[in-house]
């Protein structure tokens, strides 16, 4: 009879112990991706740009923490995660637009902000890729309908160009977005 209790406690033991590390193991090896984000002024006002990790909703992800690889304007960053909030290491000094785009297992995930800049105030405006296409498609469509207007269109056109290169939306930068916004409708 001794013998059958320490089989048995034995044996209870040893089912009992992979449960014990497998939920232990899921636990820990729980990831949270990003797969969206969020740019806002960083709370500090000193110049910086605050990161936040968000679901699909734009509904920040605070239980995100972690290093994760990003691209600013074509430079690689790390930038690590507290809290679901990282912020850019580089200062604005002036209004500017900012492209970032992330890379992980779910595909590239890349946004164009306009940051402008009054005073000590950051505020960024998201741009969708389709404004991109639309003002240049438009201006083009506008100077081809109204011949009087070809001259003007295309003074417009250059203008914008110009004020696009001057803020940092590069040709590569323009294409890159509307490439990631083409992506991201199939």
Do not use: C
Request: zero cysteines; charged letters at 20%.
């Amino acid at each position: 009879m001794r013998n059958y209790k320490i089989f048995l406690l034995f044996y209870v033991l040893l089912s009992a112990a992979p449960s014990v590390y497998s939920q232990g193991d899921t636990a820990s090896m729980r990831q949270i991706s990003l797969n969206n984000f969020v740019v806002k002024e960083n709370l500090l006002k000193n110049n910086k740009i605050a990161i936040i990790a968000a679901d699909e909703t734009e509904k920040p992800i605070e239980s995100l923490n972690g290093t994760f690889q990003f691209s600013i304007n074509g430079f690689q960053q790390e930038l690590k995660f507290n809290d679901g909030v990282a912020v850019a290491p580089l200062p604005i000094d002036k209004s500017t637009f900012l492209y970032l785009r992330h890379e992980n297992e779910a595909g590239v995930h890349g946004k164009l902000y306009y940051i402008y800049k009054k005073d000590d105030n950051l505020s960024p405006y998201k741009i969708n890729w389709l404004v991109l296409i639309l003002i240049p498609l438009g201006i083009i469509v506008l100077a081809t309908l109204f011949r009087k207007f070809i001259i003007i269109g295309g003074i417009i056109l250059v203008a914008f160009l110009i004020f696009n290169s001057k803020n940092g939306l590069g040709i590569p930068t323009f294409f890159d977005t509307v490439f990631d916004g083409l992506k991201g409708l199939f």
